[in-house]
């Protein structure tokens, strides 16, 4: 039975990005880039006006004083988009709106409100410097700069510069598409009154929701009864997604079917079980080079599995290079007791906050499970290493800060 670390490391080292595509910029937000991302042209490419006024040489202007204005013939005006045809010589300018292209001969840009000026003159009452308010060529960006890494999550501004550079497609790994699938005969959708033996399932909505925060697609599948026959044809239709996702039918029960029906299709596994709490009995299979996880029913170790396995899983899917969320120490402000002796790591649901240079935590409550509730203020999951039963108040630990971006 693997321990936690050694279950990701078997995770991880079998699956593989989805082969690379190329999408339009209107479609790459959040994915990963497939490939480095290079400049091929410089931004801007051509050195404009960085204000609304006027397009002078500086040295004209070099005397320039309130009791002493300096008056300047105006060639004519340059809206954004426009070119001039006549350079800027000594005694004129050009009026010139802001992104225009400075015209030959100019060097500077006097602020309109800097200004008077007339049908066809302008006066400036003080000098400047050459090359004030002017965007020079390839000052943002130079031809052959590294813009993006392959793996790195593609943001509003990436897309902003590879725009800019005159990349409208972009190669990415495409959003995995997961199948989710929940068993059991006593659930009912949330929108029914339970029976007599039957709960709500809420597992397909935490759990699809856990696969679209982390940029997947989650493709729900109607609930599956404890049949082996209808759960062996769900089954042979998810083959057709790129990842697949049970809850629930995973134990040794009588009608826990999973198992046995994910090899019979031709699954491989790669390991069963592993040595934690809550959520010990994961599974994990390969089948037609597709990540197969069989997550046990219980809903926060339901949850707790798809955050701690499932989740670094789908992003290597994606192509992500950062796997794992933030890890960092905290103290225990009320501390913590457990079974003597367990050698299993032991998760506990946490709220962690910021006093100073300090990072706190507080047990969400009861951390039983099936205790859906110790789910709704927790922001990091507390990880407890083997052998370890108490954690006095003012203890540390080791969290996984599960509300932070992955930054590993």
Known sequence: MPTPAQALDLILDRVAPLPPRSVPLSEALGLAAAEALVAAEQVPPFTNSAMDGYAVRAADLAAAAPDHPIRLRVLGDLAAGATSDRAVETGTTWRIMTGAPLPEGADAVVPVEDTQRGADWMEARKPLRAGAHIRHAGEDIQAGLALVAPGRVLRPGDLGVLAAVGKPVVPIHPRARVAVLTTGDELVDAAERPGPGQIRDANIHSICAQVAACGAV?????????????????????????????????????????????????????????????????????????????????????????????????????????????????????????????????????????????????????????????????????????GVDRVEPGGTLTLHLTEAAEDH
């Open 218 to 386: 989650p493709v729900p599948f109607p609930r599956v009864r404890d049949d082996r026959a209808t759960l062996a044809g769900v089954l042979r239709e998810a083959l057709q997604a790129d990842a697949i996702l049970t809850t629930g039918g995973i134990s040794v029960g009588d009608y826990d079917f999973v198992k046995p029906i994910l090899e019979e299709l031709g699954a491989r596994r790669v390991f069963w079980k592993v040595a934690q709490k809550p959520g010990g009995p994961l599974g994990f299979w390969m089948i037609e080079g597709k990540p197969v996880f069989g997550i046990p029913g219980n809903p926060v170790a339901a949850m707790l599995m798809v955050e701690e396995y499932v989740r670094p899983a789908l992003r290597r899917l994606m192509g992500f290079s950062a796997l794992h969320r933030p890890v960092a120490e905290a103290v225990l402000e009320d501390g913590w007791s457990g079974k003597a002796g367990d050698r299993r790591t032991t998760f506990l649901r946490v709220v962690a906050r910021r006093e100073g240079d300090r990072l706190l935590a507080r047990l969400t409550g009861p951390q039983g499970s099936a205790i859906l509730s110790s789910m709704l203020h927790a922001n990091a999951l507390a990880v407890i290493p083997p």
